[in-house]
């Protein structure tokens, strides 16, 4: 089963410019991210190492991964694209040379939870050995109490192993429609952790629950197995699922209930929420960390935005996130904020360029510093909602439309067979029909009214289409 290829994705929190970001708001100073070393243990395919090296030009990128089919495919797909700072190694982690301070950041995403004993220590050992003194690692991993519900779904599949994957999901289905006892616990929790792969890939299905290895781990437990290879957690890479960042009636519950310290803390928070994974930041052991944040220091940093307007009413604005939830923002600074960010394009913004518009809203246009305060409190708890991410590295992405456009040359590759494409920005977008269609078109040798030739429809319609592209962030020098 776990031959089948886990297809060509990208994930936006492994970016070294999202890990360097978080690691810099408590507090840490990363390596600068421009010319970082980057390795991806388990890289799988290529894409996100890929998508990675387009965006950081002068960074060096190497993947590792023990699949012969991945690492071709990653090296057919760095060929097509153009990418001369990627390199891929097929090797099991367990053998890879991890040599001293060789790296700046070391990702390994999906990979932790699904391989033996020894190569989630060697992840661990790679990690600890090889990240320079203030580098950081990034790992996710499955995690307790929430796979204690989820294990249910990949024992009932692996019941029909043998069965194709169509036909295993169909039993399974059967079964779970012919429970007698359908308001048990079990039945509920089993009905509704099915419900969560309806519409899930076949691969998603091989990897996720048909592996030969499958590691939950409790919190506590990842971060013990961190600090014996000498390293610390430092902070989530999503900002929402930090303690720090948590509403605040959340942060104060838990306090009164765990005690301890912060990890301690976090681990409840995992109890109260019942996570299933985690995506964790490590550092060096003994570098100070600093989680009590400070939103005036946002003031001088940069964002992206990380929603896309979906619908609004006069009263709301409806939101998709970069992580496929929906929102809805009642707040009219922040829905001001969205409709004139999202004119604006993909580029990422100064603090003082948001701060602008907040202070133009709250009529604070003559209040100087003493309106700071306020208006880093509206860049805090918008960050928190997930409206927009901290984001320092500008990467290479253009929101103007050249006579011969240009798409990131990732997206061109994905583009012929998945309308989910990644733009520059490392966020992966679904397209429409005609942008699907017309993104591989754009390698700068066609001006829109060629382009318009190619697909028989009107220069007007190609152009609208390629300026939409452009808003999604699509396009490059
Ligand atoms: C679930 S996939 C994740 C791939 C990719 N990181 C992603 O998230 O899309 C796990 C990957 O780890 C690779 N892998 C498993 N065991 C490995 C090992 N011992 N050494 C290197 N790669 C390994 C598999 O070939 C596969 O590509």
């Given at each position: 089963m776990t031959e089948i290829s886990y297809g060509d994705l990208t994930f936006y929190d492994t970016h070294p410019g999202v890990i360097a970001a978080m690691g810099a708001l408590v507090g840490l100073q990363p390596p600068p991210v421009e010319t970082s070393r980057v390795l991806e243990l388990g890289?799988?395919?290529g894409f996100n190492l890929l998508a990675i090296a387009l965006s950081l030009p002068q960074a060096r990128v190497t993947g590792v991964d023990i699949s012969e089919a991945h690492v071709q495919r990653a090296r057919e797909a760095a060929r097509a694209a153009g990418v001369t700072n990627a390199e891929f190694q097929c090797l099991s982690i367990d053998d890879f040379p991890a040599a001293e301070n060789s790296f700046d950041y070391v990702i390994a995403h999906g990979v932790y939870s699904w391989v033996p004993e020894a190569t989630r220590d060697a992840i661990l050992a790679i990690a600890a050995r090889s990240i320079a003194p203030n580098g950081l690692a990034y790992i996710s991993y499955n995690i307790n109490p929430g796979w204690r519900l989820r294990i249910l779904v990949r024992d009932t599949l692996r019941y029909f192993e043998g069965a194709s994957i169509p036909d295993a999901r169909a039993r399974v289905n059967a079964l779970a429609a012919a429970l007698?006892?359908?308001?048990?616990a079990y039945s509920r929790a089993l009905r509704s952790e099915l419900a969560n792969l309806d519409g899930a890939p076949d691969y998603y299905i091989a990897h996720e629950h048909l592996v030969p290895f499958l590691t939950p781990v409790f919190f506590e437990e990842f971060v013990n197995h961190a600090a014996a290879h000498g390293l610390q957690f430092a902070v989530e890479?999503?900002?929402?699922?930090n303690l720090f960042a948590r509403p605040d009636a959340t942060q104060t519950h838990i306090e009164e209930a765990a005690g301890g310290g912060y990890i301690r803390r976090e681990q409840y928070l995992d109890l109260l929420l019942g996570r299933y994974f985690r995506r964790s930041i490590l550092c060096r052991d003994g570098l100070p960390i600093n989680r009590d944040i400070d939103p005036l220091s946002l003031l001088d940093r940069n964002f992206t935005l990380t929603v896309t307007p979906t619908a609004s009413t006069p009263e709301s604005l409806q939101v998709r996130s970069a992580w496929g939830d929906n929102l809805t923002v009642t707040d009219p600074v922040d829905i001001e904020l969205l409709h004139q960010w999202t004119s604006a394009g993909p580029i990422p913004v100064s603090a003082q360029w948001l701060a602008g518009i907040v202070r133009k809203e709250l009529d604070l246009d003559g209040a100087g510093e003493a309106a700071d305060p306020l208006v880093a409190s509206v860049l805090w708890n918008g960050a928190r909602e997930g409206l927009w991410s901290i984001r320092d590295h500008i990467p290479p992405v253009v929101n103007v439309v050249s006579s011969h456009p240009i798409a990131n040359p990732l997206a061109r590759l994905q583009a012929p067979d998945a309308a989910e494409c990644t733009n520059c920005l490392h966020r992966r977008i679904i397209l429409t029909p005609a942008q699907q269609h017309i993104v591989p078109l754009l390698d700068g040798s066609r001006t829109a009214a060629a382009i318009a030739g190619e697909m028989q429809c009107e220069p007007a319609e190609a152009e609208k289409v390629i300026i939409q592209l452009a808003g999604l962030g699509f396009l490059i020098a």
């Open positions: 890289c799988g395919t007698p006892n359908p308001d048990s890479s999503r900002l929402d699922s």
